[in-house]
């Protein structure tokens, strides 16, 4: 446990110099300007606060007061902005700050004291946490995951702390050096009132590029310019000592040293948790890890509309077919991602399409997901005849891997085996391209439209140029924290850069149909993809839709989607 803590340590200490947090370093420089001898404490102090919290609690916020967390952004974005207007305008900053030294100091006596900037730049810090979302490497990944599914304990609150007080020291520092550069220059300068109204109005600014989210395009666009620089960064907490420890705090158990094991890709990680809270089963009577002692078992947790999910479903129904008469049991975990794939009647349909005959456990309430520490859609785990996990991956690819590490198993097992390893292709893409992107507000990314979203029926208009990877909505939507709901006159503008085009469709009302454009003009059937006619889907039922095929390109295009009527929900792009 000391090794994460000290690795956490370095982690939040390396972070001011991610390219991630650049962009809101003039922030904290502008509040440092401000008078007060404890500002730059006030700084660091508040956005420690701030960050530790909502991290740790955002999820347990939004179970239990059904919360939105872009009231917390939209609050930080008003706080940070009535400062900068409290800078351009010193009697109002006076006013300001005297008003918050008012309210913090039952908890310091000293903040009564006037000019002390502590409370300013407490509240300043404190609204900076609520927004930043610093580069997550490993370590704040699984923070992140934990506190998501409400698995908070000792140790998590340890590793954060950790990293906020290795991220405080330079903070502090540079707010420090930034509050003696605007001291010096009062003692000099007849034109610091100017230079710190001018400051202020960069933070009016910075709020107004986090209101309309272009603050996520300058930082992807500093990621673009800096891939290396990132890389470079992220290797602090990149090594196995690391990746040990945060095993353990997922509650996994290391994996043995085992020199013949090692060799064929197999170690031992413990017994595995049962498969538990199942609403349905489908394809099979209820089944349990315990009664299938004796027997190598893979667990594939997956989902129907996840188009990375679906790539590997032919590799995991080739293995069960081919090795089921030799001890192996395949069980496929459908945890979904969005509320409509609870439905057995839609899974049941994605196990017709896929031809999927092994046993299908429905986990809608994410207690095998739990049980399993999961974090991931595709997840494998390979469970030997005695109920230990012998080997695991997560996402597409490793089928080689995996069909050899089911084989070892088997003949372990005592089974002999007379067919050939490997049947399907691999399909995994091999190079860069839009990620994944959500269209409900809960997990959205890149989104370029002019206006804020505020829930609701609500109207947008699209810049007029969108960033690669980002999207735009047009016209009346109603988007909520899972989906967006097409009103009147809705449309939706995409530049992607990939060689095929998904969308997980609810369809409203079966019939309905949407049009299809690829850069201004209706697509081409050469390209179109297979769920895509004369230009026009009709959409059928809730699942993943396929829209563009570049036949093995990989180009970049901007795609437009217009919908002919109301009550269609679209919900996550995928790109092969």
Sequence with gaps: MSILLLFSFLAGFVTILAPCIWPLLPIVLSASSGSGKRRPLGITLGVMTSFTVFTLSISYLEKFFHLDANIFRLLAVIIIGLLGVSMMIPSLGTMFENFVNQLLSPFQNKLKKQGTGFGAGYTTGFSIGLVWAPCAGPILATIATLAATQAVDTKVILVTLAYVIGLGIPLFLFSLMGSKVFSKMRQVN??????????GFIMI?????????????????ILDLFPSYGNFLSKVENNDQ???????????????????????????????????????????????????????????FWTYSCVNCVRTLPHVTGWYEKYKNNNLVVIGVH????????????????????????????????????????????AEYLIDAKGHIRHTHFGEGHYEQMELAIRALLKESGQKLDVAVGTNEDTTPRYARTPETYLGTARMERFASNEKIIGGDQIFTHPDAIAQDHFAYEGSWNVTRERAKTLKGSGLVFHFKAGNVFLVIGPGVEGNQIKVFIDGKPIDASIAGA??????????????????????????????????????????????
């Design 242 to 300: 690391v990746a040990r420890e945060l095993s353990a705090l997922r509650g996994q158990k290391a994996a043995k040293s085992d020199a013949s094991e090692n060799a064929e890709g197999l170690s031992d990680m413990g017994a595995a948790a049962d498969i538990t809270g199942i609403s349905q089963w489908l394809n099979s009577t209820p089944l349990s890890l315990t009664q299938l002692k004796g027997k190598v078992v893979l667990v594939d």
């Design 531 to 576: 769920d895509v006619k004369n230009g026009t889907i009709t959409l059928d039922e809730e699942r993943l839709y396929h829209l563009v095929d570049l036949k093995g390109k990989v180009e970049d295009h901007l795609l437009r989607l217009e919908f002919e009527k109301d009550g269609i929900d679209v919900y996550a792009f995928t790109f092969g």
């Design 190 to 199: 007849k034109y610091t009132g100017i230079v710190q109204q001018v400051f």
């Design 205 to 221: 600014v910075a709020a107004l590029l986090i209101y309309t989210n272009y603050d996520k395009v300058i930082q992807v666009k």
């Design 335 to 378: 945890t979904p991602e969005f509320a409509f794939e609870k439905e057995a009647g839609n899974v049941q349909n994605a196990l017709k399409e896929f031809k999927i005959n092994y046993p299908v456990a429905l986990d809608n309430d994410y207690q095998t997901w739990q049980a399993f520490q999961n974090n991931y859609w595709p």
